[in-house]
Nanobody
Framework: VQLQASGGGLVQAGGSLRLGCAAS????????VGWFRQAPGKEREFVAS????????YYADSVKGRFTISRDSAKNTVYLQMNSLKPEDTAVYYC????????????????WGKGTLVTVSS
């Protein structure tokens, strides 16, 4: 599976951005898909994920109520709608896919896309 993320950019605090991650090579519905982020000087952390084919959705506590993950199976794409952005949301955002789950160790995740930078100014 090849993953291509897009939609990053610079936004003011309180603003919104939508990230997209297009997959090629395999049907997205067969994988758990989601997003991680890595801020400067920090470890990569989980943001949100959807389990295979209409399964459960999970969010990090820090983004609950502000971010929404969704999947468009017809387009083989997963989205992350980010609202009420805060300066602490500034990070490189990575999309990821796994045949089982994204909730385990990061080192176990099967596929990663290149990151897209999100910068939130105060």
């Amino acid at each position: 599976v090849q993953l291509q993320a897009s939609g990053g950019g610079l936004v003011q605090a309180g603003g919104s951005l939508r990230l997209g991650c297009a997959a090629s090579g395999r049907t997205f519905g067969n994988y758990a898909v989601g997003w991680f982020r890595q801020a400067p000087g920090k470890e990569r952390e989980f943001v949100a994920s959807i389990r295979r084919s209409g399964g459960s959705i999970y969010y990090a506590d820090s983004v609950k109520g502000r971010f929404t993950i969704s999947r468009d199976s017809a387009k083989n794409t997963v989205y992350l709608q980010m609202n009420s952005l805060k300066p602490e949301d500034t990070a490189v955002y990575y999309c990821a896919a796994d045949t089982y789950t994204l909730r385990g160790p990061i080192s176990d995740i099967d596929y990663w896309g290149k990151g897209t930078l999100v910068t939130v100014s105060s």
